[in-house]
T-cell receptor, first 117, second 113 residues
């Protein structure tokens, strides 16, 4: 079974600064997806960024980028130029690419990000 | 706004009762998954439905059951409610089971007293 670990329950960053959220995972599969989701107080999970395991290039979406280290099973999220609206819970998630099984997401326990002025 | 809507937004039930939570997927999405998110935890996979059939189940007892309808709506039913069932219940729809992206609703907050 796959597991996802987020070892930082809370992080704080000043507005306009950069912060990195950590995530490690465990799997015996070679092909999979990794995601970062944001959950603001509105509770809706919003996809921040996605990484396909077969791609060596790290994914980037505007101010959000990842550092994907497949051998180390590490998947960190870097938020640049942090904004007040970035304050939320951030969840790292894993999904197998195996189409023969349910496409379920396995989530970590989350990191609460605070953004201060 | 992802187009996935859930109802109701909040619900209070008594232990032992039954509850039905509803989800309306995005049009054209034939796959829906349900998750339970306890306070301070990440979501846990309950089950997935694909074209109205159960397509996989997490570690939840049979009193958690579901239905999916042809009009892209679905239900999560929980019988014999227990206090530990208090959680946020999220549904997520995908255009196909193989599609990497899932779109989440805002969830239903269930409180069992």
């Amino acid at each position: 079974a796959q597991t996802v670990t987020q070892s930082q329950p809370e992080m704080s960053v000043q507005e306009a600064e950069t912060v990195t959220l950590s995530c490690t995972y465990d799997t015996s599969e070679s092909d999979y997806y990794l995601f970062w989701y944001k959950q603001p107080p509105s509770r809706q999970m919003i996809l921040v960024i996605r990484q396909e395991a077969y791609k060596q290039q790290n994914a980037t979406e505007n101010r959000f980028s990842v550092n994907f280290q497949k051998a180390a099973k590490s998947f960190s999220l870097k938020i640049s130029d942090s904004q007040l609206g970035d304050a939320a819970m951030y969840f790292c998630a894993y999904r197998s690419s195996n189409t023969g099984t349910a496409s379920k997401l396995t989530f970590g326990t989350g990191t609460r990000l605070q953004v201060t002025l | 706004e992802t187009g996935v809507t859930q109802s109701p937004t909040h619900l209070i039930k008594t232990r032992g009762q039954q509850v039905t939570l509803r989800c309306s997927s995005q049009s054209g999405h034939n796959t829906v998954s349900w998750y339970q998110q306890a306070l301070g935890q990440g979501p846990q996979f309950i089950f997935q439905y694909y074209r109205e059939e159960e397509n996989g189940r997490g570690n939840f007892p049979p009193r958690f059951s579901g239905l999916q309808f042809p009009n892209y709506s679905s239900e999560l039913n929980v019988n014999a409610l227990e206090l530990d069932d208090s959680a946020l219940y999220l549904c997520a729809s995908s255009i196909e089971t193989w599609a990497p992206e899932a779109f989440f609703g805002q969830g239903t907050r269930l409180t069992v007293v």
